[in-house]
Structure formats: C-alpha cells, structure tokens
C-alpha cells in the first residue's frame, strides 16, 4: 500500500508540475498585462485546489464503489476503511498543493519577455 501511495504521490506531482509548466506563457501575459503575483499565486494554487478536490471525488467514490465488488476477495481488511483512505487522501492533498507550489512561486518570479520569448 505504501509502494502504491508512493507511486500515486509521484504522479501526481510530475503531472502538475507539467500542466503548470505548459502555461508559463500565459503566466507572463497575465504579468505582462499587470497581474500582481500574488494574484497569479492564488490562481495556480485554486486550479490545484480544484483538480485535487475533483480527484479525491472520482477516487473516492471508485474506492467504494470497488470495495463493494471485491468484498468477498478481501479477507483481513474491510472493503471501505475510512482511516486509510482519509491518510492517503491527506497524503495526495499534501503533495498536490506541494507541487503546484513550486510552478506558483516559479510563475511569481518569471519575467514577462523571458517567458513570452521562448516559444
């Protein structure tokens, strides 16, 4: 289990760091226009916010949804078991918001020319 939230936790950060990676420019256009950065701070991190809450709905509803199905394969362990599922959800929220920090306080530091020049 905690291989798999490992690997979990891992993905999650390299894809959010990417997403936000992809919109640098758009983070230089908007200070360009004069967005102040603690503005586009809070942007990035609501988007994060948001995908994460959406994940933890889909996720947690798939939990028991298959808890439900493979009941009769578990033997030692309860098909919905909410202390494990609220600590690894607690554990994905954290490095949600940790890598969606990074590209937030990379988007605040970026200069405008710089981010709109390299494409």
């Known amino acids: 289990a905690f291989l798999g939230l490992t690997l979990a936790a891992i993905g999650v950060y390299g894809v959010l760091a990417y997403v936000f990676a992809l919109r640098r420019k ?6 360009a226009l004069g967005a102040a ?11 994060a916010a948001r995908l994460t809450a959406a994940g933890l709905a889909v996720g947690l509803g798939g939990s028991w949804l298959l808890g439900r199905v493979f009941r009769s394969f578990l033997t030692t362990v309860k098909a919905w078991d909410p202390v494990s599922l609220g ?9 949600t918001l940790l890598a969606a920090f990074v590209p937030a306080r990379r988007a605040t530091r970026t200069d405008p020319l710089t981010a709109l020049r390299q494409d």
């Open 26 to 31: 758009e983070m230089g256009i908007r200070l």
């Open 37 to 47: 950065p603690g503005e586009l701070f809070g942007l990035v991190m609501w988007r």
């Open 87 to 95: 600590l690894a959800a607690l554990v994905l929220v954290a490095v």
